[in-house]
């Protein structure tokens, strides 16, 4: 395992030539530390698999450099990198045993006897593929297939990094679940460097320490699940992870005041402090926390009408307007249809971004 960095990556499809605007990547400076595990999450076509590309040696980087255990690699393939990479489709020799397919790596670098033999039955042990292991790869199902590339990627000891491309898109819901919950005890175990690609907020959130969250070739957010849950940089990475998503309310602010759908509240001193430049402003709120009451609180609180009640397990969503605008709230309150509410704004929760960015509150 080793540390991944890159310096001021960017990368364009079309050459140094591409308008920047246009660029696949936008320059961005990340650091992957060893034996972490991390996810690059967004929607199609944002960049992710681009990224994950330059990193794995696929792709060289119209700009900026990649650096693996301290050392450049950017001019180097993907084998002198010395990755492994997963992809969506696995990539197995159909007309081998499982067993060869796991070996393949190993005997291809000169390793030979009973070294290969170890280290096959001790993936295979990991990944519950001990029994099948005489099988030939052609007749397995896609769950199977997907962990013998897996396991093709973890045999070799000496690996820098595993890299996943959404390994799990065309497997089962069911058993992508299993193969999820597999991939984070052998991570845990094994402790190597570990890079998820993925458009599933519930993969990207469950399997990495850090989530580096992205947005048409730009790095909008990175940090833990419970930082971009909680306090979004952006206001895309506050709709993009949760469900339902955050509520991105636009307002107009001025004297230290917010005005939502002609209804004013009071900002907090610091928040009003800094909320004084000229812009587009939004208020975000967590449907998690937006508590609906029949009586109006001591806090900032605004005024909706509840329009429709889904009863989900232990708690129910409820769907409230405001104006023309429709915020989500969850909650275990028994609500009445077609009845206003107070919707509380409560300090350590709600956000205020302008032009999409959060804005941080003065000091």
């Given at each position: 395992m080793a540390q991944i960095e890159l310096r001021g990556v960017a990368h364009a499809y079309?050459?140094?030539t591409t308008p920047e605007t246009n660029f696949a990547v936008q320059p961005v400076d990340l650091v992957w530390k060893a034996g972490g595990a991390y996810a690059l999450l967004g929607p199609s076509g944002c960049g992710k698999t681009t990224?994950?590309?330059?990193?794995?040696?696929l792709l060289r980087p119209t700009r900026g450099s990649v650096w693996i255990g301290g050392r450049d690699v950017t001019a180097l393939g993907p084998r002198e990198r010395?990755?492994?990479?997963?992809?969506?489709?696995?990539?197995?020799?159909?007309?081998?045993?499982?067993?060869?397919?796991?070996?393949?790596?190993l005997r291809n670098r000169g390793v030979r006897g009973p070294e290969v033999r170890k280290r096959v039955e001790h993936i295979a042990g990991l990944l519950d593929l001990s029994s099948e292991l005489t099988r030939k790869a052609s007749g397995l199902g896609g769950d199977l297939k997907q962990r013998i590339s897996l396991g093709r990627g973890l045999v070799r000891k000496d690996v820098a990094a595993i890299l996943l491309d959404e390994p799990l898109t065309v497997i089962d819901p069911h058993l992508r679940w299993q193969l999820r919950r597999k991939l984070m005890e052998i991570h845990a175990e094994l402790k190597v460097t570990l890079?998820?690609?993925?458009?599933d907020q519930l993969e990207a959130l469950t399997l990495a320490d850090q989530v580096v969250v992205m947005r048409e070739g730009h790095v909008l957010q990175r940090g833990t699940p419970q930082?971009?849950?909680?306090?979004?940089?952006?206001?895309?990475?506050?709709?993009?992870?949760?469900?339902?998503?955050?509520?991105?309310?636009?307002?107009s602010i001025e004297a230290g005041e917010a005005t939502v759908a002609n209804q004013r509240i009071k900002l907090p001193g610091p928040l009003a402090?800094?909320?004084?430049?000229?812009?587009?402003?939004?208020?975000?709120?967590?449907?998690?926390?937006?508590?609906?009451?029949?009586?109006?609180?001591?806090?900032?609180?605004l005024q909706v009408t509840v329009r429709r009640v889904a009863e989900l397990g232990g708690f129910n969503v409820a769907t409230a307007e405001l104006g023309e605008h429709v915020i989500y709230a969850k909650t275990r309150n028994v609500l009445k249809l077609d009845t206003e509410y107070w919707l509380e704004l409560p300090?350590?929760?709600?956000?205020?971004?302008?032009?999409g960015q959060i804005v941080e509150a003065s000091p």
């Open positions: 079309g050459g140094a990224l994950l590309g330059i990193i794995s040696g010395n990755v492994a990479q997963v992809f969506q489709f696995p990539v197995l020799y159909d007309t081998m045993t499982v067993y060869d397919n796991l070996a393949f790596p890079i998820y690609v993925t458009h930082a971009l849950f909680e306090r979004p940089e952006h206001t895309f990475v506050g709709h993009f992870i949760g469900s339902p998503g955050m509520n991105i309310l636009p307002c402090a800094a909320t004084q430049a000229p812009g587009t402003y939004q208020i975000g709120l967590r449907p998690e926390f937006s508590q609906l009451t029949a009586e109006r609180p001591n806090a900032p609180a300090e350590a929760h709600t956000h205020v971004y302008r032009e």
